[in-house]
């Protein structure tokens, strides 16, 4: 999750000691659910089992466990200290960014229509105000000039998107609610674009992801805070799933962290060039994140992550790590304790095709209301809510809870044509990248890292809008370093190893 020194003094001193941590894994998942059961929090993790059983486990597995924490956050501090001297003007706007998108409260249509600013839109316009100062500034004394780069590559799709939903405001069925929206998506295309033309070396590049590792991270772990200190809030019936309380964070988003970090870590534990660099502090990353992601409970973030750990597997050439993880995935997968659990007590008719948990009544109105306006679509970031959902009076929710839908709902094909294609093409970036033999250890790395993300938000892209809505920074990270990759493939050698001190 965070910046490594490529010789760090803090590594494992063995092979043994490497293999060893392998095994506290496991290990680590079944100490932190035993003290999660003690805190009285288990039962919203795990089923209830027999106490004296609960602490008789804990107490034997303190000693390994504490070792693993004390060696991890060890590591994870050292890191933390060598990343501070790489932080940059641009890796704050990106934390503005993530601020920006926090939600303290809920409204329905009828509020969102009435009231669409109110006290708490300070809390999102004022860090998106002092971004858009920023690069304005910036682009007017040409440091950098990162109007060009919103032109290039990957980034020109994005842009293209953004520009159909701005234009798609004219017919919008909320015309200010579009417009506010695509301009908000648009700001975070030129921030991502201005970061590309800062960044000139994969170590600066992996700094980038660093940070948004860090921050979605830090996310996490105020949602535990919040667990501790009120788990009737963070844990409300009749569902019992970890949720951010003060910011809210549902389910779904926590699931998508917590995915997608889960992957980091396994990313870079078994790296390509088979260096074992700060492992504990990354085992000690997927504990806290698998667990996270176990007790949101959310089923399309659980088969995002398997997707992305298998293809982390299997591209950095561990065929044998990857026929077993998914022989495994699969014998768990059928088993009756882990169908119970995915299954969270929802009927099986809430569960079959006719709908998927209860989505497939928005998507068959958004489906319907695409047909009625197939060339203009219903208005970028309003479509779906004040048309589909205010239609069926599921007032509380968003999103159509699909990217797709979403996107073809507000712009029609002229929007999902670009944004469809921005996916595709950093899928055949990425996985050009890791076999390209002109790049190199260190830009395959954050190939293989970006495809266990992107492999992640693909699967939770058909239940969510994750890609598609403010502020999409897990995937911005990914589709920006496919960029940043193919603008180094393109590049000069020599042209490879600058630095941007002149911008900084």
Partial sequence: ???????????????????????????????????????????????????????????????????????????????????????????????????????????????????????????????????????????TLRRPDWLPSLYRGLIALLTTYAMVCVISSVWSVFPAWTLYHSLEYFMDIALLATVLVMVRTADEYKTVMDWVWLVYGAGMVVVWIEAILMPQLAFQPPTHRLEGVFPIENWNDLGTTAAALSTVAVARIWRLDRNSVNRPWYLLLLVF?????????????????????????????????????????????????????????????????????????????????????????????????????????AGAASTLHNDFLEVATGTSFWGLIPFGLALVLTWVVLVRAIRNPSLGPHEQQLALESIGIVGVLTVHAFFNTDLSWHAPLIYFAALGCAEFLRRQSKAPSGHREATANAYS
């Fill in 1 to 139: 999750m965070l910046h490594n020194p490529t010789n760090g003094a803090l590594t494992a001193p063995s092979a043994s000691w490497h293999r060893s941590l392998l095994v506290v894994v496991g290990v680590g998942v079944l100490s932190l659910l035993a003290i999660a059961s003690m805190l009285r929090l288990a039962d919203q993790i795990v089923a209830p089992v027999d106490g004296s059983i609960v602490i008789l486990v804990a107490a034997f597995l303190v000693v390994p466990c504490t070792i693993l924490l004390f060696v991890g956050i060890r590591q994870g501090r050292a890191s933390f200290q060598e990343m501070r001297a790489s932080i940059r003007w641009w890796h704050w706007l990106l934390l503005l960014a993530y601020i920006s998108q926090l939600v303290f409260r809920l409204r329905d249509v009828p509020e969102a229509r009435d009231s669409p600013l109110d006290a708490w839109t300070i809390l999102r316009i004022g860090p998106e105000a002092i971004i858009v100062a920023v690069l304005l500034s910036r682009l």
């Fill in 289 to 393: 994140s698998f667990v996270t992601m176990l007790a949101a409970q959310t089923r399309n973030s659980i088969a995002g992550f398997l997707v992305g750990t298998a293809l982390v597997f299997l591209f950095s050439k561990r065929l044998w790590a990857s026929t077993g993880f998914i022989t495994l995935a699969t014998m768990a997968l059928g088993t009756g304790v882990v169908r119970t659990f995915l299954e969270r007590d929802t009927t099986q008719q809430a569960l079959s095709m006719d709908s998927l948990n209860g989505r497939m009544p928005f998507w068959n109105l958004a489906w319907d209301m695409i047909t009625r306006h197939p060339f203009t679509g219903l208005g970028a970031y309003a479509g779906g809510r004040f048309a589909v959902l205010a239609t069926l009076g």
